[in-house]
Antibody
Framework: EVQLVQSGAEVKKPGESLKISCKGSGYSFTTYWIGWVRQMPGKGLEWMGIIYPGDSDTRYSPSFQGQVTISADKSISTAYLQWSSLKASDTAMYYC????????????WGQGTLVTVSS | QSALTQPPSASGSPGQSVTISCTGTSSDVGGYNYVSWYHQHPGKAPKLMIYEVSKRPSGVPDRFSGSKSGNTASLTVSGLQAEDEADYYCSSYAGSDNPWVFGGGTKLTVL
């Protein structure tokens, strides 16, 4: 069974750093892309960036370029999304999801990680 | 402002059909057959319902169907059931520089 299991909810202060994770199982982690999608409270979905764990090829949405860093450790089938200095506006639910190269839809999603940034 | 335009709400009674539209441009919806639809129940992750305009993943009931005409894609839910009540999001490939665009979402209410 394909599963993407994300790390738990986080509460942080503005200016702090954070790294959240997404562990894949039930499939070949290195042969599917992992994407990160933001959902701000009461709002829609926004793609942030993608990574191919097989070779760490990473692409960012223009809206998120320079704001976050996406990485992966294929030895433990885990992708990461990190911030160096959080802002209150980063408060959102973050989802990881996978897609197959050449396909442009996300077929499996993680359960989401809620990030709350508040002083 | 989302790149794709969806109506904020839609509704129908059990057993009826409802269609949700998703309007983009020739650079996304109209330019590629890579429209997908997701539904999201409150507090849950999105789930893929339709991909490549009209294909259904395994396990998705055939009550869900997708189509496209020009720059507008549509999702039709036939034989509405209570569990269909959810938020629905469309998405389209939009080129290699910015591959995904999403719609703002449509809240489907089963009356």
């Amino acid at each position: 069974e394909v599963q993407l299991v994300q790390s738990g909810a986080e509460v942080k202060k503005p200016g702090e750093s954070l790294k959240i994770s997404c562990k894949g199982s039930g499939y070949s982690f290195t042969t599917y892309w992992i994407g990160w999608v933001r959902q701000m409270p009461g709002k829609g979905l926004e793609w942030m960036g993608i990574i191919y764990p097989g070779d760490s090829d990473t692409r960012y949405s223009p809206s998120f370029q320079g704001q976050v860093t996406i990485s992966a450790d294929k030895s433990i089938s885990t992708a990461y999304l990190q911030w160096s200095s959080l802002k209150a506006s980063d408060t959102a639910m973050y989802y990881c999801a996978r897609f197959e190269d050449g396909n442009y839809y996300f077929d499996y999603w993680g359960q989401g990680t809620l990030v709350t940034v508040s002083s | 402002q989302s790149a794709l335009t969806q109506p904020p709400s839609a509704s129908g009674s059990p057993g009826q059909s409802v269609t949700i539209s998703c309007t983009g441009t020739s650079s996304d919806v109209g330019g590629y057959n890579y429209v997908s639809w997701y539904h999201q129940h409150p507090g849950k992750a999105p789930k893929l319902m339709i991909y490549e305009v009209s294909k259904r993943p395994s396990g998705v009931p055939d009550r869900f169907s997708g189509s496209k005409s020009g720059n507008t894609a549509s999702l039709t839910v036939s034989g509405l059931q209570a569990e269909d009540e959810a938020d629905y999001y469309c998405s389209s490939y939009a080129g290699s520089d910015n591959p995904w665009v999403f719609g703002g979402g449509t809240k489907l209410t089963v009356l």
